[in-house]
């Protein structure tokens, strides 16, 4: 429980420390949260806050963290926005399958002095189906709106018509951490980034700005192979060759001058022993089942991306075909990307193409001699017959 309640300020107040912090959103947009702040306070109706618990990137562990174990400086946080903005309810959106996250946000809620105020907000803790489409910000405010949880187009952006018709500041769970420490004078520019991959185990650490991407690996426990690429942001994000990644600081105006961003704050070492091309093509095939069924280029463009890649990792496919496969997925890469209603589909085609360029010699080594062993290897055990197992009755590959 918090000692006493986050300091107060108002909305120029509020925006100033924001700005003086440089404070940009942690969903993965990197959108300047003080913008979005005067974006939603300057329409006519009472707003509402919207806190994105809902991390749907599935080597994401941080909003999860700082939701169970940092619980308190979230809502500082979101309480801070709801006073300056005016609001009368918080809802918190949070995976419905992250039960002991919702028990610590309802555990922290009971004890939040605030809560007593007269005209104190609403504050709500939902549950929202799992998928990587869910956070999303218009499939969330849908969501949360009582529709299903897809993405609509924009305009309105949630800020001009959000949840229950209203301006809605949708952010992410970390930034409203950020804004807690801000207002309390503790921030000191750290973020928390999840680093998975090639480590002991998937870890969240927090980093301060200036820290390289090999001091973070460092910190999860150091590298368990050399490493061969690095993908920084996730699913939706973009791969980069280990040896200079590897000494890159993780700070956002220096990574998107490389053409890179942390995004949500991932970073995933592809150690030497994994095939790059059978990761791409898993991964492809995943977020080509995410999407949300309503534009053509995402339904039928990822669908045929993924389809291409899986081609150079099939066991017996004529050379031809592969070379085919490979030419077909960077032309389908440039036709999918920017023609979703929502940013699903690009994100899909920065990944793929950033891997096509960092590890552009194997997968032309996979056009032109087939798959790897370990892509072989891969195939098999995703392409195994199911049989069941006596001891615990769940469906096992043979
Ligand atoms: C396909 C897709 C999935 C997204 N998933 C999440 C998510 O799980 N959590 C999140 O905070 N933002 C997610 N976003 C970003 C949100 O739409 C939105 O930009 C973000 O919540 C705004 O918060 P911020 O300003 O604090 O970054 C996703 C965006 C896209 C295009
Ligand atoms: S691009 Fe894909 S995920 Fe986004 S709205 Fe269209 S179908 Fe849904």
Redesign the pocket.
């Given at each position: 429980m918090p000692s006493r309640p986050p300091r107060r300020m108002n909305l120029n107040e509020l925006v100033d420390s924001l700005e003086r912090a440089r404070l940009?959103?942690?969903?993965?947009?990197?959108?300047p949260?003080g913008t979005?702040l005067r974006a939603v306070a300057s329409q006519r109706r009472r707003p509402i806050v919207v806190v994105?618990?809902?991390?749907?990137?599935p080597l994401?562990r941080k909003?999860r963290f700082l939701l169970s174990a940092r619980t308190d400086v979230v809502l500082d946080g979101a309480f801070c926005v709801a006073h300056a903005l005016g609001a009368d309810a918080i809802v918190v959106g949070v995976d419905h399958r992250r039960v002991q996250v919702i028990d610590a946000l309802e555990q922290a809620l009971a004890g939040r002095p605030e809560l007593a105020d007269r005209g104190a907000p609403v504050v709500e803790v939902i549950g929202v189906p799992d998928g990587?489409?869910?956070?999303?910000?218009?499939?969330?405010i849908n969501f949360l709106n009582g529709l299903e949880a897809k993405?609509t187009t924009t305009p309105p952006y949630p800020f001009e018509k959000g949840l229950r018709g209203r301006p809605t500041l949708?952010?992410?769970?970390?930034?409203?951490a950020q804004i807690g420490r801000i207002v309390a004078g503790r921030f000191d520019g750290s973020r928390h980034v999840t680093v998975a991959g090639a480590v002991p185990r998937t870890t969240v650490v927090s980093v301060r700005p200036g820290t390289t991407v090999a001091a973070a690996l460092t910190a999860a426990g150091g590298v368990t192979e050399p490493i061969s690429a690095i993908l920084l942001g996730g699913y939706?994000g973009t791969w980069a060759a280990a040896a200079p990644a590897l000494e890159l600081p993780l700070d956002e105006p220096t990574l998107r001058a490389e053409g890179l961003t942390l995004g949500?704050g991932i970073i995933f070492a592809l150690g030497s022993s994994d095939c790059g091309v059978s990761e791409v093509a898993r991964v492809t095939r995943w977020m080509a089942d995410?999407t949300a069924g309503q534009c053509g280029p995402c339904v039928f463009g990822l669908d045929a991306i993924a389809g291409a890649l899986e081609d150079l990792c099939a066991p017996g496919l004529p050379g031809r075909d592969r070379f085919r496969s490979l030419a077909q997925v960077q032309r389908w890469c440039a036709m999918v990307n920017k023609r979703g209603g929502?940013?699903?589909p690009?994100?899909v085609s920065r990944y793929v193409t950033s891997a096509l360029s960092v590890m552009a010699h194997t997968f032309s080594d996979h056009a032109g001699n087939g798959p790897c062993d370990r892509c072989e290897a891969d195939y098999r055990a995703a392409n195994a017959p199911l049989r069941r197992s006596v001891r615990t009755g769940q469906a096992v590959p043979v």
């Open positions: 940009h959103g942690h969903g993965g947009a990197y959108f949260t979005k994105n618990g809902t991390e749907g990137e994401s909003d990587f489409v869910s956070g999303q910000e218009t499939a969330l993405p949708v952010s992410n769970a970390e930034t409203y939706g949500a995410q929502c940013a699903h690009d994100g």
